[in-house]
């Protein structure tokens, strides 16, 4: 593997699997500016190196994600590697690695780092994972991860979802299939570590051709939709409501919806 200058996520490789970390425990791991450019470098990483034949996507300390950083919605720190993309090109990037990706969740999935366990190829949680899409509350709206979130939960349940912002148990994710098991907090890594081993003896030259075959049969659909999406999203956050329900959220206050 590639040694690149991460500030909030590690990479670590062990034989052929690939652990990337978001890596911002203290805040359980906003995805910002800098943390989605430096997941575009190490995914491409591990996509070009041979000896990698799975990837691991979790996060430091008892999140995931708690989703986007709010305080750098609109700006933030400045990438120490050249800039490789946005948000939009993070959710893009899982349907071209050719590669197995797995999802190993903790605590909170929320958001943003939704997203990111919705584009993986397996997604298991501990029983302390607590997965949603709140967006709404804060006069907001998922409007990117909406494209990857339709693809593995039903129509009424991520209505359901989206419409009411509520949290969900790590169950509650499994009924839903945002999450493809449940098992007890001390026995995540085991699991993940057996199922990154079972993937990692199958022919990579299969899971390869496989895997970009079976994302190309909806993968225009997808690439048209995110980028759309983000417009959506740009013009949402210009808002009175979205305004007000995100100084509602730094002020610790109800917030006082217009519709405007």
Known sequence: MIERDYQVITVAADGPVATITLNIPARKNPLGPLMVNELLWALDDVRDDEAIRVVVLTGAGDAFSAGGDLKQMSSGDGPALESKGDYADLLL??????????????????????????SCDFAIAGESATLGT???????????????????VPRRKLLSMMLLGEKLTANEALEADLVGEVVPEDALDARVAILAEQLSKQSPTAMRMGLLAYHRMSEQALAEAVPELQNELFALLGTADAQEGLAAFFEKRPPKWTGK
């Open 134 to 152: 709140p967006e709404v509350k804060l006069g907001l709206w998922p409007m990117m991860i909406m494209a990857v979130l339709r693809r593995v």
């Open 93 to 118: 990037r899982f349907t071209t690695l050719g590669k197995p990706t797995v999802a190993r969740v903790r605590g909170y999935a929320m958001g943003g780092g939704l997203g990111l366990v919705a």
